[in-house]
């Protein structure tokens, strides 16, 4: 490509000596959330939407997975706010954690569960590309919708029992991977647009990918149900981690378009490599056959993103919200000045697995 733009590249700071995966004990990686939650509630959860759904299931988890009771701040969140309407997909993230508060009987979150499962439902609110994949916006799939849709409607499927709500996600997940999966290298496109893909594998699509997948997964297992879907999201998970375990750089932390393209590499995110350290480890009880691999790496990748959790307790080097860009220079935003949520809510979601590695996380 003639004019690439290598700036970011070339101005990057260096990459900083990575913990040892064997520092994370779990006296450390427990005050490291602790520090974690409270840098996030004192800088505030200010809407419904997607950045507040990705870190409030993260807390709710953590929690459950310290056996601590859900701290009254989290609840208050949700308290008064009566019926939810989405107006976009992202907005159906904060109903994850709703659905578990709701199946754990802690409070009654029924109606905004009700009212965000209806608009994802009906394809005039939640619209579908050709192939059926519910689009992010209109003309355009996006990886983000398997994570920000799927997260809710897997755990509202299992908090209720709903195995539907399993199945639909498994054929998103199909349709999704018939869109943005590169068919040769197994990485995940961002997005499409108009009905084109474009080919930036950028590092956060990935995670949410991956992510989405255990999650489906783990609940096809806790619903003991064996969809048509299954078969594919796993083969599609299998080869997506393998694609990406020769591009980790030895420090630890996967580039913001994780392939090295020219204009990006070096440019670290520390979101992605959270969120592939935990999809990993939660992999392991799916595919037991990379047991070696998938562990060796996600604690490595996990390890490398604590290290950039500050004294303050936010996690740094992690890339602002972001839409689909035309050009792989587009990625190339990232923020240290303050605290991004989806940071914060993954880098909380890789010390519950690092916590409990053998843990179903969607069983409720």
């Not at 990459?15 to 800088?43: G, H, M, Q, V, Y």
């Not at 992999?283 to 950039?308: C, D, M, N, Q, W």
Request: include cysteine; proline fraction near 4%; charged fraction near 20%.
């Amino acid at each position: 490509m003639a004019g690439e733009d290598t700036t970011s590249s070339f101005l990057e700071a260096p990459a900083l000596t990575p913990l040892s995966p064997d520092l994370l004990t779990n006296e450390f990686l427990k005050k490291t959330a602790e520090r974690i939650i409270d840098a996030t509630w004192t800088a505030g959860l200010p809407q419904w939407s997607w950045g507040e759904g990705v870190y409030l299931l993260a807390e709710v988890r953590y929690h459950e997975t310290v056996g601590q009771k859900i701290p009254a701040q989290l609840l208050d969140w949700y308290a008064g706010r009566g019926a939810i309407t989405s107006g976009h997909i992202n907005n159906v993230a904060p109903g994850a954690a709703a659905s578990r508060v709701h199946a754990l009987g802690i409070m009654d979150l029924s109606e905004a569960n009700r009212a965000l499962e209806q608009w994802v439902m009906d394809p005039n609110s939640a619209t579908r590309a050709a192939n059926g994949a519910v689009e992010h916006w209109p003309g355009g799939v996006w990886a983000d919708t398997c994570y920000m849709m799927g997260t809710f409607l897997l755990n509202h499927g299992v908090g209720t029992k709903n195995v539907s709500y399993v199945e639909f996600i498994g054929d998103q997940l199909v349709a999704h991977i018939e869109l943005l999966q590169n068919p040769t290298i197994k990485l995940f496109a961002h997005g499409s647009h108009k009905g084109e893909t474009l080919w930036n594998y950028w590092g956060r699509g990935n995670a949410w990918m991956a992510l989405s997948i255990v999650e489906f997964l783990d609940a096809c297992e806790v619903l003991g149900i064996k969809p048509k879907s299954l078969e594919v999201v796993k083969k599609a998970l299998r080869e997506q981690l393998l694609a990406l375990i020769p591009l980790l750089p030895e420090y630890g932390i996967w580039d913001v378009l994780v392939d090295h393209q020219v204009e990006n590499k070096g440019v670290l995110e520390t979101s992605a490599t959270a969120g592939f350290g935990a999809a990993m480890f939660r992999a392991i009880r799916h595919l037991p056959e990379l047991k070696a691999e998938l562990s060796f790496v996600g604690s490595k990748a996990i390890a490398a993103s604590l290290t950039y959790v500050d004294q303050s307790g936010i996690l740094t080097r992690t890339s602002a919200g972001t839409v689909l860009q035309l050009i792989p220079f587009g990625y190339s935003v990232i923020r240290s000045d303050r605290l991004q949520l989806w940071g914060q809510g993954l880098a909380l979601n890789a010390i519950s697995v690092m916590l409990e590695p053998e843990k179903n996380f969607v069983a409720i």
